[in-house]
């Protein structure tokens, strides 16, 4: 077997048990690896009543026949249960070394099952497996677990840990690794530390067997002017994924501000990825294997946090959710905040969300000072963000409950609250404005996940980018609703495929060269067809799990204010998207999928 | 023309390949070149998006005419469907070349037609035609070239490059070679004189008369 190690750990948690299972080789010709085979075993195994803090819950973490190869930018993993803040698909990928380590050690991934007696992790080395005692790890922060672990195993571990947040359920708790890496849309750390389970530390000898490296070397090294000639790659290769900030903004409105309130902002220039470089950047970084480097190595050299460095240092999503969101245009604050979401172990896109609701409540009068422990939450405000997101990693006062996700918070609160709480199905929107690209309204409405930004990238196509190999030729208006199901089904079919692989989207590598990669990698040939024909079932199967949690058309919608409210500055200005523009790009993308109109797949789809 | 093998094809495209990148008429990412045995339904293509000057038998694609492969590991080039629609539209072409040539497509650019200003650009080249722009990689662009390619040997694709055909590889690269050394020629007349002296009508005439074009 080539780019499969051919080996799945299953870990049992009730019974302290762990056993090494054969790869099963007829699904990985329907479901590839990676999220696939997670989405296929989590189909398969954990029941529709399961809740996700129920020990039959299953998380999955998982890597693909690329993973940890010679091709570039194929240093992540991907993992999947049942998701707190949904009830439904959750998933998240994270880069890194932590994905190479695991298939160094042997394992294309980990199933974790059953709830642990006392606090635990897992030690993984080849095929040495211990279940340790995590008692003193317990309550420790993401940075000093990670530390303490390489400490006591040795440097060369590679650790995927939770944080305080994970242990306390906090719906929408990460999984970080490599010191800042991190798996945290989903909340599926909460369920990491609903089975009490602080980390996985893992170490491999092994070599990644590979068919053909030397051709694949040798292709590689001719199409690596094309690969770094790709727009984003050079962008994010120069600014980090933050370098797509100011366009965005000032092209098309799509940068959320104040909550989704206002289109235009005139200090959303200091936090743009030119000035974060020039003030903020001392260093770039890679995840295993990749020409890019989008990590940014920061450190604050003045003001009140001084002194603070982050190794990975705030991205695209997370200089808008905790910046451009909460009319916060410091820097400094970011990082800080950056800092204590990594240290609690939450997800900055949802830990920004929750923050803004907060605001608004307060600035609308819905909750004061009592509720908040005599803090002002007022917009752009330093001192309530970091408050707020300390309030929240603790647990306590208005962050007890903003801890439950916005969706959940705002039927706390209620008193006309749910208007403004930016969700769908739960999961939390992340950092693009769909009025300023209609079809990434659609993306939202109905990736499985709940608001996924990156399941599709449909605003890539409707910035104007076109992908022949996948019959993409025309660009999209970005304001009409027309052709954007179709559109949208086939990326989303190919963004299952990269994750399936799994190969890091930002590269900028054509469709058409990966099935010769995986062709030279697992010795097996397959076309750009065959692929896509396993990402639709995978998207599909996906959806089946869903559609057994009840989720149904109804819940492909948008959050109120994206339907009602226009933005009245702007490039953005003047859009909504409609419950009739919203039916009919639901109506076209259902019909396009093979759905029935209540957004149900037929069976064979996933055969 | 004797039926070669198909090794022996690709082993041509390749050098045609290199021959073209080393005149600067293909670059490390632009241009692309097919062949096909005689009356075949099938063409082997250069790949897309791998450093042009580098090309290796193993790195070409049998391509069926709707664009399918049928064999090869990389990725087709992106203009597989206008040299398909080409093979469609011309069984006395076996040979593709696209290249980039820089002069001939800057003329184009600029309004300038490719006048006879020597007996090759007469007989070799015959009519020039130039196509509209269509965004590379298109089945549009594909369908107009399908309209443009009847009857010549060559085509002028507007803000792209050159496209020249030929029963065979040899054929094809000596017209779009052709092509660049008329329209160098022309230029570098053009720069000095304005109005650049022509072959003598009754000379193009019989030209023309001679080769029925």
């Known amino acids: 077997m080539y780019g499969y190690m051919g080996k799945i750990l299953r870990v049992n948690l009730d019974l302290n048990k762990t056993k090494a299972e054969n790869l099963n080789e007829e699904a990985l010709k329907k479901f590839i690896g990676g999220v696939g085979l997670a989405a296929k075993i989590i189909y398969e195994e954990v029941k529709p009543e399961t809740s996700p803090f129920d020990p039959e819950n299953k998380l999955v973490f998982m890597t693909g ?15 999947c249960a049942k998701s707190p803040l949904t009830n439904a698909w959750g998933e998240s990928h994270s880069g890194g070394f932590w994905a190479r380590e695991l298939k160094r050690a042997g394992y294309d991934g980990i199933i974790i099952e059953g709830k642990s007696e006392k606090p635990s992790y897992l030690v993984i080395s080849d095929e040495e497996v211990t279940i340790e005692d995590a008692g003193d790890l317990w309550g420790m922060d993401c940075f000093r677990a990670e530390e303490t672990l390489k400490k006591r195993h040795g440097e060369n571990f590679k650790v995927a840990c939770i944080g305080p947040a994970g242990e306390r359920l906090i719906r929408f708790a990460s999984i970080l690794n490599d010191e800042g890496r991190v798996a945290g849309r989903s909340g599926l750390g909460a369920v990491m530390g609903s089975k009490l389970l602080k980390a996985i530390a893992v170490k491999g000898s092994k070599e990644i067997p590979v068919k053909d490296s030397e051709r694949i070397r040798n292709i590689l090294r001719r199409i690596y002017p094309q690969i770094m000639s790709f727009p984003t790659t050079q962008i994010f290769a120069s600014y980090g994924t933050g370098g797509e900030l100011l366009t965005l903004h000032r ?20 936090i743009s990825g030119e000035t974060y470089n020039k003030v903020m950047v001392r260093g770039k970084r890679a995840c295993w294997n990749c020409p890019i480097s989008c990590w940014r190595y920061v450190k604050i050299e003045e003001g009140p946090f ?9 991205e695209y999503e997370t200089l808008a959710s905790l910046g451009s969101l909460l009319l916060n245009d410091r820097l400094d604050v970011i990082v800080k905040a950056n800092y204590l979401c990594n240290y609690y172990g939450m997800d900055t896109i949802s830990t ?3 923050i803004a609701f907060a605001m608004e409540c307060y600035e609308k009068g819905i909750i004061t000072s009592r509720e908040t422990d005599n803090l002002s939450l007022r917009w752009g405000d330093p001192e309530a963000i970091i408050r707020l997101i300390e309030a929240i990693g603790e647990r ?10 916005v969706k959940r918070a705002s039927e706390l609160i209620g008193k006309g609250s749910e208007r403004f709480a930016m969700h769908v199905k739960g999961l939390e929107i992340p950092m693009h404005d769909p009025r300023a690209f209609k079809g990434m309204g659609l993306q939202y409405a109905v990736s499985n996940r709940g608001a996924c930004h990156l399941q599709g990238l449909i605003h890539r196509i409707e910035q104007g980018e076109r992908m022949p190999d996948l019959k993409i030729y025309e660009r999209l208006n970005r304001f009409e609703v027309k052709d954007k199901g179709k559109v949208l089904a086939t990326l989303q079919n190919w963004h299952e495929v990269l994750e399936s692989l799994i190969i890091c989207k930002f590269l900028g590598i054509a469709p058409g060269h990966i099935p010769g990669l995986y062709a030279l990698t697992t010795g097996m040939p397959i076309t750009l067809d065959r692929l896509l024909q396993s990402g639709e079932r995978i998207y599909n199967i996906k959806r089946m799990f869903n559609v057994r949690c009840s989720i149904s058309r109804e819940d492909d919608v948008l959050p109120y204010r994206f339907m009602h409210e226009k933005l009245e500055e702007g490039e953005a200005a003047g859009q909504n998207i409609s419950w009739e523009e919203l039916d009919i790009m639901l109506n076209e993308y259902y019909a396009v999928r093979g759905w029935s109109k209540e957004g149900v797949p037929p069976l064979e789809k996933i055969e | 023309m004797p039926l070669g093998s198909e090794e022996e094809l690709k082993e041509d495209i390749c050098k045609t390949m290199r021959r073209l990148f080393d005149r600067g008429l293909i670059s490390a990412l632009g241009g692309n070149v097919s062949a ?36 090869g590991f990389l990725r087709p080039s992106v203009e597989t469907p206008f040299h398909a629609m080409i093979y469609k539209k011309r069984v006395d072409v076996n040979a593709v070349v696209h290249c980039h040539n820089p002069f001939a497509t800057g003329l184009a650019l600029a309004g300038i037609s490719i006048q006879p200003i020597t007996v090759e650009a007469a007989v070799v080249l015959r ?12 089945d549009a662009l594909a369908k107009l070239i399908g309209e443009y390619i009847e009857g010549v040997r060559v085509l002028i694709l507007m803000n792209h490059g050159v496209i020249g055909v030929g029963s065979n590889l040899l054929e094809a690269e000596t017209i ?35 080769y029925k074009v």
């Open chain 1, 306 to 314: 001084a002194g603070l460095e982050l190794k990975r240092g705030p």
């Open chain 1, 352 to 354: 920004g969300i929750c």
């Open chain 2, 127 to 138: 009519k020039v035609q130039v196509v509209p722009w269509a965004f590379p990689g298109t």
């Open chain 1, 65 to 79: 026949p690329l993973t940890g190869t010679l091709i570039p930018c194929t240093g992540r993993y991907v993992v």
């Open chain 2, 176 to 210: 779009v070679e052709t092509l660049e050394e008329v329209a160098i020629t022309q230029f570098v007349a053009s720069i000095f004189k304005k109005n650049i002296p022509l072959i003598p009508e009754e000379d193009i005439e019989l030209i023309k008369k001679l």
């Open chain 2, 36 to 71: 096909r045995l005689p009356g075949a339904s099938e063409f082997w293509i250069t790949p897309s998006g791998v450093f042009k000057g580098e090309l290796e038998q193993e790195d070409l694609l049998k391509v069926d005419l709707d664009g399918r492969v049928l064999e």
């Open chain 1, 396 to 405: 306590k006062n208005l962050g007890n409950i903003l801890a439950e996700g």
């Open chain 1, 251 to 270: 092209e098309y409105g799509d940068v959320p501000i104040k909550n989704f309130t206002m289109g235009k902002w005139e200090n959303i220039n200091n």
